[in-house]
């Protein structure tokens, strides 16, 4: 079906910056939104930031302004660039894409996760 990857994760000072990737693959008709959620120790997992196919996007609060969406709709595959990284930044990042597989109908498929530690 569908299979995402996530990278760049890693650990980072605070005000650093750090890029996540996430690279879809697998028999994909048709890609809609995707996006990137975040899980701290003893937290609910949390919207970092979404993009649509046609490059709309939106970002929780607590990261508005210092991270950026993208995404090349051509290779499947979605970026996360995070700038002035705090420490409570630090989670892991699950990338998130609703996607249609040949033959089936739209779902929601997730990374595996990658650890984003900012700490000095």
């Known amino acids: 079906q569908v299979q995402l990857v996530e990278s760049g994760g890693g650990l980072v000072q605070p005000g650093g910056s750090l890029r996540l990737s996430c690279a879809a693959s697998?028999?994909?008709?048709?890609?809609?939104?995707m996006g990137w959620y975040r899980q701290a120790p003893g937290k609910q997992r949390e919207l970092v930031a979404g993009?649509?196919?046609?490059?709309?996007?939106n970002y929780g609060d607590s990261v508005k302004g210092r991270f950026t969406i993208s995404r090349d709709n051509a290779k499947n595959t979605v970026n996360l660039q995070m700038n002035s990284l705090k420490p409570e930044d630090t989670a892991v990042y699950y990338c998130?894409?609703?996607?249609?597989?040949?033959?089936?109908?739209?779902?929601?498929?997730w990374g595996q996760g990658t650890q984003v530690t900012v700490s000095s």
């Open positions: 998130n894409a609703e996607a249609r597989p040949y033959g089936l109908g739209y779902g929601h498929y």
């Open positions: 697998g028999s994909i008709f048709s890609m809609q939104a």
């Open positions: 993009i649509t196919s046609d490059g709309r996007t």
